[in-house]
């Protein structure tokens, strides 16, 4: 898609934003490796879009429709994704510090090593999500659903997974030091490795198997 082309789209887009209604119809559009700083894209079927490599910085992508979009390696750094539809969305290796996923739909999504520290994921749904090698210091998972997702050897440091839904998810060698699990549901899941240290608050349905297999640092 050449900048003109582009920038023809934009517009598109903002005409229908202000006219309201249903979703804005854009599935599959082809916007790899292109400057989309602080755009909006609210309310949009970006159904199967392709944001490889893209600049998504700031961008507002609420309410929106990304099932199976491609975003590998693009940069959501502060971006609002409040209430998006991401189911099997793929988000390999991307930026996302400081995003806003405030009720997400992320079923059977990739987020494989993607910088997320700081992001809110308050009651996001994670549900199969494939998250290992993550960096999610600092993160906001309050009331999230992790059942059955893989977080293996992520960094949850400071995190906030009070009143998560941790069961059968796997946190195998995941770093949860001075996290606050409290309240978090963890029947079934594997912390074989994980590290705790002091200030770790744990819930108080843990088993003593689950607490024996983890890392004290």
Do not use: W
């Amino acid at each position: 898609m050449s900048d003109r082309q582009l920038r023809d789209l934009m517009m598109r887009v903002a005409r229908l934003e202000r006219r309201g209604g249903g979703l804005i119809p854009l599935q599959g559009v082809d916007l790899s490796e292109k400057d989309l700083k602080g755009v909006s894209f609210s309310k949009t079927d970006l159904s199967g879009a392709k944001f490889d490599q893209s600049d998504l910085r700031g961008a507002d992508i609420s309410e929106s429709k990304l099932t199976e979009a491609n975003l590998v390696g693009a940069n959501l750094s502060g971006a609002n994704l409040t209430r998006a539809n991401l189911t099997e969305a793929n988000l390999s290796f991307t930026h996302l510090r400081g995003a806003n996923f405030t009720g997400a739909k992320l079923t059977n999504a990739s987020l494989e090593a993607s910088d997320m520290g700081g992001s809110d994921f308050s009651g996001a749904t994670l549900i199969e999500t494939f998250a290992a090698d993550t960096l999610l210091e600092g993160s906001n998972l309050h009331k999230a659903n992790l059942k059955d997702a893989i977080f293996s050897r992520a960094r949850l440091d400071g995190s906030n997974l009070t009143g998560a839904t941790l069961v059968d998810c796997v946190l195998e060698g995941a770093s949860l030091v001075g996290a606050d699990l409290t309240g978090a549901r963890i029947r079934g899941a594997n912390l074989f490795g994980a590290y705790y240290d002091d200030q770790t608050k744990l819930p108080s349905t843990i088993t003593q198997a689950q607490l024996d297999s983890m890392v004290k640092v």
